[in-house]
């Protein structure tokens, strides 16, 4: 499986990046197609400048520390996710 078009880039380029990813694969539920997470509070204002981004795709948090807090973006026509962790002004 691999991401949609409109997350893949994002997923290559941080790759090049060199960030570590932890987890690939269906997250949550089975409205949740592939989620891929990194090891990194995710830059959502440089991605969004590196990168053309569809309306589809929008920005996601979740602070519920008992499943996991994560950031990042989520396509709301595929259901795929790219995950960080939450910057320290978003931790609780």
């Known amino acids: 499986m691999?991401?949609?078009?409109?997350l893949a880039?994002?997923?290559?380029?941080?790759?090049e990046q060199g960030l570590?990813?932890?987890?690939?694969?269906q997250a949550w539920s089975?409205?949740?197609r592939e989620w891929v997470?990194?090891?990194?509070v995710l830059d959502l204002?440089?991605?969004?400048?590196?990168?053309?981004?569809?309306?589809?795709?929008q920005e996601h948090v979740n602070l519920d520390t008992h499943n996991g807090t994560e950031r990042g973006l989520v396509c709301h026509?595929?259901?795929d996710g790219v995950m960080g962790r939450l910057p320290d002004?978003?931790?609780l």
Request: hydrophobic letters at 40%; proline letters at 5%.
């Open 30 to 32: 089975n409205n949740c």
């Open 77 to 79: 026509v595929h259901h």
């Open 45 to 57: 204002d440089e991605i969004r400048a590196r990168h053309q981004i569809a309306p589809c795709v």
């Open 37 to 40: 997470y990194f090891d990194a």
């Open 9 to 15: 880039p994002i997923d290559a380029d941080l790759h």
């Open 2 to 6: 691999a991401l949609c078009e409109h």
């Open 89 to 91: 002004s978003m931790a």
């Open 20 to 25: 570590a990813e932890t987890f690939r694969g």
